[in-house]
């Protein structure tokens, strides 16, 4: 142990938390400490049982416990909550004191504050804190629990004391607890905690000079907000009591509660977290600071507080009232103790009935579920990540102990859980579960739920598998990943196939390996296999022949010469045509793949043609409409007819065609403001009306009926070839170099990671590739809600398929679960596991989060006549857009999709386009400006320009005056 161990300080975490914000109001004149949190959120709903609160609550209130909430601190147990949804679960809170006239903890009230960081700062809190306090102040041994691998940094363990015993706290445990971060993430040293000290006694700045917090700002976090309604400190370090000199709180400040000790005016916090206890104490008039940081723990904080008081009269230069003896014995002699008592031992009494009445899934509207299985005769209740085992209490009630196990062993008090009947007349059907700690909260019984038995099987290589998939589903993934299915071909036979969580959030219905998904991208694979399938066929065409000549048409690309008169379907398969992405002209209701040869004329270059690798989805609009004119029907059913059926894929769809309604396919989810958002199927339907490059939806079984197809050269499971084994090939061959590829930044040996993982070119549909010396050909599907993926290992014929609904940023979840399922299967030492699946990149290298929401105002006001935008804007390529008004709100139309447009602060004309109807969270707020270019028309707009429609600008069509028109008759 030394001063420079790290050590976790809880509460003390909230100092930093309201600096970092207070340092963000002064540098923004238009937020401040009173800003409401309706006007920072742009919400007018933030809780729905006050309407007080919705409408006056603000930063302030959140900093000073003065909102009158209960602590709900069982709630973040919760896996699902994190620091970017808390705003959405919070709204149910209901009061118990009144608002700014009480004094309650709700640390989870904090993960707001640490969002509303976020939003300012624009990265990770971690970053920021780093950024701005850490780097600036000289903080080297400092860090979080939700970042930290305890391995490798100098950080003390945490010991709870149980039943008399101590026992190490799980550092997975600190890391969830913690998610929300700005309560209590923080670890620090003591002398890292001495520079922080210096910092706060300077007036917000540093050693060297710099000011990193405001003086007013400074002045406000040492201002008392609030009054506590009791302290622990009274009971011991009052003169009443027995003590020489009192020491009391008289108020609360941003963090810190203010006081006086010997008539000398203290800010003091302590800092209380599993396995670890630590007090900060200032006296600023005296320029003094005092740390004091332990594991284990504390009782009533009296070894700490009495630490403190010692040192403090020693530095002050008063006689000290303790020694050595008396901070052992406090608060003997001055008064008798409370000795603290221990476990009563637990007499465990039979259930007296079936288990199975018991078991069942449990739901409360703030909560949400609580899962109570049977486990060899026993009771067991999940909920989030935490079980707990229940032993019966009595024989006169179902009242049961709630006993920690697992990462949470001796982490928690023993608590109480009641079984209950709402109907007095049948006292013996058990559909409450009521757990006081919860803020007695009732739980209800859903009917129609299950819970699953999970049987694991770690004595094989697909029981391994299973088990790893099951644990970091569970651990990790299924609050971003809803549903997910996977399987793996080897030697041409299906040899895993497993399914984990539901379709749908709300019907919680299981998915299984025949549930479908989109599938995206790995759409191109099979559009690029019917087209060559027609071609073979065909001796007049191959991949070579020019689109020129395949279509008749001399000026296919009017911008360029060398398009029009070289580019072929290859060209279009491989994406060496140069042309960008274009893809909201995908928005356009009237695109379709009749007339796709000429909206896509006008497209302009944006990259050497076959020189750079540019995904231009537009091009397998081209490819669905040339399979269409050879095979002389629909795509969607000449792939059922030349592909689907003779592979026996008869669980996938398309969601040009679909009836999700009829048909088992699991909704789709988009992270919005944390929240998972289902995605509509109307949306989906017209955004893949080309087809070619993502309208399929398949399951895991006729995925591993595919990867065997291609790994067969061509042959289905029957023996039918179906294709020719050089035009398999040909989708396996590099058709364009890969400059660069996403995955290089993570999979990289000279990143961290012990083996890479390369792209070095793209085939037809395939990334190609290298894995631990192995070629791979590999594919991921991204499509709105939905994630996929698609391995191939040719050469050791191994074929892995993921799909899931939801969010998996940069693919780090879906290459590093391929990674390790090729290991295992290549018979290879797996170099990841559950706890790296789970926080991959990290430990490998520093990775942050996404953010998925920043702050959109909705309060900004025009400065100029709602008229002046509105108009019918054009461009050669996207064509019109049309800007109207409705109840005083700008609306933008783009084909089938209108955007809310809300002003941006600043002095340009720049607003924010957010998506309504059936595009709502699945487009991204992006950003739209209004031009005036005419000189001659001062204060007139005239242009629209969009940077995510490829930079286009859309000028203004004229209205034609009609009043000045004759009528001759």
């Known amino acids: 142990m030394t001063t420079s161990t790290q050590f976790g300080i809880g509460s003390l975490t909230k100092i930093f938390a309201n600096l970092l914000i207070q340092k963000y109001f002064g540098e923004d004149s238009r937020y401040s400490l009173i800003t409401t949190l309706r006007l920072l959120f742009g919400k007018n709903n933030l809780f729905e049982n006050s309407e007080l609160r919705t409408h006056f609550s603000n930063t302030l209130d959140l900093m000073a416990h003065r909102m009158g909430f209960s602590s709900h601190n069982y709630l973040r147990l919760d896996d699902s909550l994190h620091r970017g949804n808390v705003l959405e679960r919070i709204r149910k809170f209901h009061p118990r004191g009144g608002f700014r006239d009480s004094f309650y903890y709700n640390n989870v009230l904090y993960g707001l504050l640490t969002d509303i960081g976020e939003r300012l700062g624009g990265k990770s809190w971690e970053e920021l804190v780093q950024q701005e306090f850490y780097s600036p102040t000289g903080m080297t041994n400092s860090s979080f629990f939700t970042t930290l691998d305890p391995n490798s940094i100098n950080i003390a363990t945490g010991y709870k004391d149980d039943n008399g015993d101590l026992y190490p706290t799980s550092f997975e445990l600190l890391r969830k607890w913690t998610e929300l971060c700005g309560a209590a993430c923080i670890t620090t040293s003591a002398d890292d905690m001495g520079q922080f000290m210096k910092l706060l006694l300077n007036d917000g700045v540093t050693e060297s000079g710099k000011r990193l917090v405001g003086h007013e700002e400074m002045k406000d976090m040492f201002r008392s907000w609030n009054i506590p309604r009791s302290a622990k400190l009274d009971k011991y370090f009052s003169v009443i009591k027995g003590v020489p000199f009192s020491r009391e709180y008289t108020g609360y400040a941003l963090g810190l509660k203010t006081g006086f000790y010997r ?20 006296f600023p008039d005296e320029n003094l600071g005092i740390f004091v940081a332990m594991s284990g723990e504390d009782y009533d904080e009296l070894f700490r507080i009495t630490a403190s008081s010692y040192m403090a009269d020693v530095v002050n230069g008063q006689e000290p009232w303790l020694n050595a003896s008396s901070l052992c014995t406090f608060p003997e002699p001055f008064m008798k103790p409370k000795t603290k008592k221990g476990k009563r031992a637990i007499k465990e009494v039979s259930l007296g009935r079936p288990a199975n009445d018991f078991a069942g899934i449990y739901r409360n509207d703030l909560y949400g579920d609580i899962a109570i299985a049977e486990n060899n005769g026993s009771l067991q209740l999940q909920y989030g990540y935490v079980v707990f085992d229940l032993i019966r209490r009595d024989s006169k009630s179902y009242r049961f102990y709630m006993i920690s196990t697992g990462i949470a062993a001796h982490a928690f008090k023993r608590r109480s859980l009641e079984f209950k009947a709402s109907d007095p007349e049948k006292p013996n059907s058990i559909d409450i579960a009521s757990l006081p700690h919860f803020e007695d909260s009732d739980f209800i019984r859903q009917p129609h739920l299950t819970v699953a038995k999970v049987v694991e099987d770690k004595t094989t290589r697909e029981g391994i598998l299973d088990s790893t998939l099951r644990t970091t ?40 390996n025949t549930t479908m998904f989109g599938i995206g991208s790995l759409t191109k694979v099979f559009a690029n296999l019917l087209v060559q399938k027609f071609m073979s066929n065909f001796s007049r065409y191959d991949m070579n022949t020019t689109l020129r000549h395949l279509f008749g048409n001399k000026e296919m690309f009017k911008h360029s010469f060398l398009l029009s008169q070289f580019v072929n379907t290859l060209d279009l398969m491989s994406h060496r045509t140069g042309l960008p992405a274009y893809n909201y002209l995908r928005l356009d209701d009237k695109l379709r793949r009749d007339n796709i040869i000429e909206r896509i004329q006008l497209l302009k270059e944006g990259g050497g043609f076959r020189e750079q690798f540019k995904v231009n989805n537009l091009m397998y609009g081209i490819i669905t409409f040339m399979a269409e004119r050879i095979g002389g029907s629909s795509w969607e059913k000449l792939i059922k007819k030349e592909l689907l059926d003779p592979i026996g894929m008869n669980n996938t769809s398309f969601f040009t065609l679909l009836e999700p309604e009829a048909e088992n396919i699991a909704t789709g989810y988009i992270q919005d403001e944390g929240m998972l958002r289902p995605v509509s199927f109307e949306f989906l339907r017209r955004w893949t009306e080309l087809c070619g490059a993502a309208c399929i939806t398949a399951s895991a079984d006729d995925m591993a009926k595919f990867m065997n197809f291609l790994l067969n050269g061509g042959k289905t499971e029957s023996g039918l070839r179906l294709m020719y084994e050089e035009k398999i090939k040909e989708l396996f061959l590099p058709w364009i170099h890969l400059q660069k590829s996403d995955i290089q930044e993570y999979f990289e040996k000279s990143r961290g990671v012990p083996f890479s993982r390369k792209y070095s070119g793209y085939g037809l549909g395939f990334n190609i590739g290298t894995y631990r010396d192995h070629r791979i050909l590999e594919e991921t599907g991204n499509i709105f809600g939905y994630r996929s993926l698609m391995t191939l290992f040719p050469d050791k014929n191994l074929g892995i398929f993921i799909s899931t609904t939801g969010e998996d940023d940069d693919e780090l979840f879906r290459i590093s679960v391929s990674s390790y399922i090729a290991d295992l299967y290549n018979e290879e030492e797996p170099w990841l596991n559950s706890t790296l699946l789970c926080s991959f990149p990290r430990p490998f290298m520093a990775h942050s989060p996404k953010r998925r929401s920043r702050y959109l105002p909705s309060d900004v006001p025009l400065g100029r006549p709602i008229g002046d935008y509105t108009g019918t804007y054009h461009d050669e390529v996207f064509r019109d857009i049309t800007v109207t008004t409705e109840n005083n709100q700008l609306k933008l139309t783009y084909g089938y999709v209108t955007f809310e447009l809300r002003k941006r602060a600043g002095k340009s004309e720049k607003f924010y386009m957010i998506a309504e109807g059936s595009a709502q969270y699945a487009l991204k707020p992006r950003t739209v400006e209004f031009r005036e270019t005419d000189a001659n028309r001062t204060g007139y707009i005239n242009v629209l320009f969009i940077k995510s429609f490829e930079d286009s600008e859309f000028f203004k069509v004229p209205e034609i005056d009609t009043t000045s028109i004759g009528i001759w008759r």
């Open 473 to 512: 589903f569970k651990s990790c993934r299924w609050n971003q990943n809803p549903g997910m299915a996977v399987t793996v071909v080897k030697d041409g036979k299906q040899v895993f196939s497993k399914a984990y969580g539901h379709k749908d959030i709300e019907s919680r219905e299981p998915v299984t």
């Open 263 to 282: 008539d000398r005016r203290i800010l003091e916090e302590t800092g209380d977290i599993f396995g670890y206890s630590s007090i900060l104490t200032l």
